[in-house]
């Protein structure tokens, strides 16, 4: 194959299209020796070009990865979302934030009676009287926990 020189954007196109189809390769073809100014700039033109279908290709397929990523993210909410209850699928997103809040609110407010609990051991704990019998006998009565 010869580069037509009369019209060389017409034949750069034509040889364009066939080295993206694989059935041309322009490097064993040409030599660059002989050729003009406007023949080496589209050299240039068609280099540059080629690295853009390279780039564009790479990206196409980190793309379609990508793409693939997330569909199988989806999919794997969809599986998780089948195993909430009924009730729970047919809330909107507000009602179950408000759920939430109220759950833990419900769980603030037992560690708080339980730490109270403690505390009121602790204040038992400390109490300790002695007391005196009728028959005469002392006894020491105090709070004592099991394990």
Not at 31 to 48: Q, S
Not at 54 to 76: F, H, P
Not at 86 to 94: A, I, N, Y
């Given at each position: 194959?010869?580069?037509?020189l009369?019209?060389?954007?017409?034949e750069?196109?034509?040889?364009?299209e066939?080295h993206?189809?694989?059935t041309?390769?322009?490097?064993?073809?040409?030599?660059?020796?002989?050729?003009?100014?406007v023949?080496?700039?589209?050299?240039v033109?068609?280099?540059a070009?080629?690295?853009?279908?390279?780039?564009?290709?790479?990206?196409k397929?980190e793309?379609?990865?990508?793409?693939?990523?997330?569909?199988?993210s989806?999919?794997?909410?969809?599986?998780?979302?089948?195993?909430?209850k009924?009730?729970?699928r047919?809330?909107?997103q507000?009602?179950l934030?408000?759920?939430l809040q109220?759950?833990l609110?419900?769980?603030?407010?037992?560690t708080?009676?339980?730490?109270s609990?403690q505390q009121?051991?602790?204040?038992?704990?400390?109490?300790s009287h002695m007391?005196r019998?009728a028959?005469?006998?002392?006894?020491?009565?105090?709070?004592?926990?099991?394990?």
């Amino acid at each position: 194959m010869t580069l037509n020189l009369r019209n060389p954007e017409m034949e750069l196109g034509l040889i364009i299209e066939r080295h993206i189809a694989g059935t041309c390769s322009i490097e064993g073809h040409i030599n660059t020796e002989n050729l003009g100014h406007v023949e080496k700039n589209l050299m240039v033109t068609l280099d540059a070009a080629k690295a853009k279908l390279e780039l564009v290709t790479r990206t196409k397929s980190e793309l379609v990865s990508e793409s693939k990523k997330v569909k199988e993210s989806i999919e794997l909410a969809k599986c998780r979302t089948n195993d909430f209850k009924p009730e729970l699928r047919g809330m909107d997103q507000k009602a179950l934030e408000e759920e939430l809040q109220a759950l833990l609110s419900d769980k603030a407010g037992e560690t708080e009676y339980l730490k109270s609990l403690q505390q009121q051991i602790e204040t038992l704990k400390g109490i300790s009287h002695m007391v005196r019998c009728a028959c005469g006998a002392e006894y020491k009565v105090e709070m004592i926990l099991g394990a």
